[in-house]
C-alpha cells in the first residue's frame, strides 16, 4: 500500500510540473505549435525526469545511510563526496572550462573527479586494513566538506565577477537542462549504485538495530558497511555533478517516510525513492513558477520547505517520546 500511494502521489506531481510553467502547454499547443511542442521535449521534460532522478537517488541515499551509521542526522552530503564535486566543479568554473568530453560537460567531469577523489580520501582515513569506520568516516566526510567549501570561497575570491557568480549559482544547486543528453550517460551511474542499496536494504535494517544482532544473523557486517559506502558515492558524485549539492531532500524525506510508514528499513528506502523524486520535482516546479518569469534556486526551495518540515518533525518525535 505505501508504494502505491507513493507511486500515485509521483505520477500526480509529475504530470502536474510537466503542464506547469511561465508558459501553459496542453495537448492543443502539443500538436499545432512547433515553439510549445520544443520547449516541453526539450526543456519540460529532460527537467522533470532529472528532478525525479536527482530526488529519488538523494532520498535513497539518505535512507541508507542513516541506518548505516544509526544516526537520525546523516544525509548524503555528510561523506565528503559533495564537498569534492563541489570543489572540482568550481575549478572548472573558474578556469572558464566550457567545453564538453562527448556528451558530458568539462563542470560535470571536473565535478565527478573531485568527488572520486573526495571519496578516495575519506576510505583511505577511515579504513583500517578491510575494516571500515563508520565512526572515522562520518567525521572525516564532514572535515573534506569544510576544507573543500574553504577551497571553493578562495576560488570565488580570485574569479572574475561574473564566474564568481556561476560558482555560487551552481552551489545552490539548479535542475535546469536543455535536451536528454545528460540523463543516459548519468543512469549508467545512478542505476548499479541504487541496485546495491535496495538489495542490501534487509541487511541495512539489521545494522540499524545494532552491528552485533546483525553479525549473529549472519549479516557480513563489514562488507555491507564498504558496499554501502562504495554505492552511496557513486550515486550522491553524479547527481552533485550533474544538479550541483541540493540539499535537504536526503535529510528530511527518509524521516518523513518513517513518520507515514514506520521504522522498517525495507519499507523506508525504496519509500525514499519515491517520495525523494515527487518532492524534488514538487520544489523544481515552485522554483520556477512562485515569480513568474524569474526563477528561484530549486535548491534554495529544498532548504526553505526542508529545513521547518525536518524541525517540526524532530519536535513531533520528541514529543511522541516524552509521551
Given at each position: 500500500?505505501?508504494?502505491?500511494?507513493?507511486?500515485?502521489?509521483?505520477?500526480?506531481?509529475?504530470?502536474?510540473?510537466?503542464?506547469?510553467?511561465?508558459?501553459?502547454?496542453?495537448l492543443?499547443?502539443?500538436?499545432?505549435?512547433?515553439?510549445?511542442?520544443?520547449?516541453?521535449l526539450?526543456?519540460?521534460?529532460?527537467?522533470?525526469?532529472?528532478?525525479?532522478?536527482?530526488?529519488?537517488?538523494l532520498?535513497?541515499?539518505g535512507?541508507?545511510?542513516?541506518?548505516l551509521?544509526?544516526?537520525?542526522l546523516?544525509?548524503?552530503?555528510?561523506?565528503?563526496?559533495?564537498?569534492?564535486?563541489?570543489?572540482?566543479?568550481?575549478?572548472a568554473?573558474?578556469?572558464?572550462?566550457?567545453?564538453r568530453?562527448?556528451?558530458?560537460?568539462?563542470?560535470?567531469?571536473?565535478?565527478?573527479?573531485?568527488?572520486?577523489?573526495?571519496?578516495?580520501?575519506?576510505?583511505?582515513?577511515?579504513?583500517?586494513?578491510?575494516v571500515?569506520?563508520?565512526?572515522?568516516?562520518?567525521?572525516?566526510?564532514?572535515?573534506?566538506?569544510?576544507?573543500a567549501?574553504?577551497?571553493?570561497?578562495?576560488?570565488?575570491?580570485?574569479?572574475?565577477?561574473?564566474?564568481a557568480?556561476?560558482?555560487?549559482?551552481?552551489?545552490?544547486?539548479?535542475?535546469d537542462?536543455?535536451?536528454?543528453?545528460?540523463?543516459?550517460p548519468?543512469?549508467?551511474?545512478?542505476?548499479?549504485g541504487?541496485?546495491?542499496?535496495?538489495?542490501?536494504?534487509?541487511?541495512?535494517?539489521?545494522?540499524?538495530?545494532?552491528?552485533?544482532?546483525?553479525?549473529?544473523?549472519?549479516?557480513?557486517?563489514?562488507?555491507?558497511?564498504?558496499?554501502?559506502?562504495?554505492?552511496?558515492c557513486?550515486?550522491?558524485?553524479t547527481?552533485?555533478?550533474?544538479?550541483?549539492?541540493?540539499g535537504?531532500?536526503?535529510?528530511?524525506?527518509?524521516?518523513?517516510v518513517?513518520?507515514?510508514?514506520?521504522?522498517?528499513?525495507?519499507?523506508?528506502?525504496?519509500?525514499?525513492?519515491?517520495?525523494g523524486?515527487?518532492?524534488?520535482?514538487?520544489?523544481?516546479?515552485?522554483?520556477?513558477?512562485?515569480?513568474?518569469?524569474?526563477?528561484?534556486?530549486?535548491?534554495?526551495?529544498?532548504?526553505?520547505?526542508?529545513?521547518?518540515?525536518f524541525?517540526w518533525?524532530?519536535?513531533?518525535?520528541?514529543h511522541?517520546?516524552?509521551?
Open positions: 500500500m505505501p508504494f502505491l500511494l507513493l507511486a500515485g502521489a509521483v505520477l500526480l506531481v509529475t504530470v502536474g510540473a510537466l503542464s506547469t510553467g511561465y508558459r501553459r502547454i496542453d492543443e499547443a502539443l500538436r499545432s505549435d512547433p515553439t510549445s511542442r520544443t520547449i516541453f526539450e526543456i519540460r521534460v529532460p527537467r522533470v525526469l532529472l528532478g525525479l532522478i536527482v530526488g529519488g537517488s532520498g535513497v541515499v535512507a541508507a545511510l542513516q541506518a551509521f544509526r544516526n537520525p546523516a544525509d548524503p552530503f555528510t561523506l565528503g563526496v559533495s564537498g569534492g564535486g563541489a570543489l572540482g566543479a568550481s575549478l568554473i573558474a578556469l572558464g572550462l566550457g567545453g568530453v562527448g556528451a558530458l560537460p568539462l563542470v560535470f567531469v571536473a565535478a565527478l573527479m573531485g568527488a572520486g577523489l573526495a571519496v578516495l580520501i575519506v576510505y583511505r582515513l577511515a579504513s583500517v586494513g578491510a571500515l569506520l563508520p565512526g572515522a568516516l562520518l567525521l572525516a566526510g564532514v572535515v573534506i566538506n569544510l576544507i567549501a574553504a577551497g571553493v570561497l578562495m576560488l570565488q575570491c580570485l574569479a572574475d565577477y561574473t564566474r557568480l556561476q560558482i555560487l549559482r551552481w552551489l545552490v544547486g539548479s535542475l537542462v536543455v535536451g536528454s543528453g545528460v540523463l543516459w548519468m543512469l549508467l551511474f545512478l542505476t548499479p541504487i541496485v546495491a542499496l535496495l538489495v542490501l536494504a534487509r541487511d541495512l535494517h539489521l545494522l540499524a538495530v545494532d552491528a552485533e544482532t546483525a553479525a549473529s544473523l549472519g549479516v557480513n557486517v563489514h562488507r555491507v558497511e564498504r558496499i554501502t559506502y562504495v554505492a552511496s557513486l550515486v550522491v558524485g547527481t552533485v555533478a550533474v544538479a550541483g549539492p541540493i535537504f531532500v536526503g535529510l528530511v524525506v527518509p524521516h518523513a518513517r513518520r507515514l510508514f514506520g521504522e522498517d528499513v525495507r519499507v523506508v528506502m525504496p519509500c525514499s525513492l519515491l517520495l523524486a515527487a518532492f524534488l520535482v514538487l520544489a523544481d516546479t515552485m522554483a520556477r513558477t512562485l515569480l513568474g518569469a524569474a526563477e528561484v534556486p530549486v535548491g534554495a526551495v529544498t532548504a526553505l520547505a526542508g529545513g521547518p518540515a524541525l518533525l524532530l519536535g513531533r518525535r520528541r511522541a517520546s516524552l509521551l
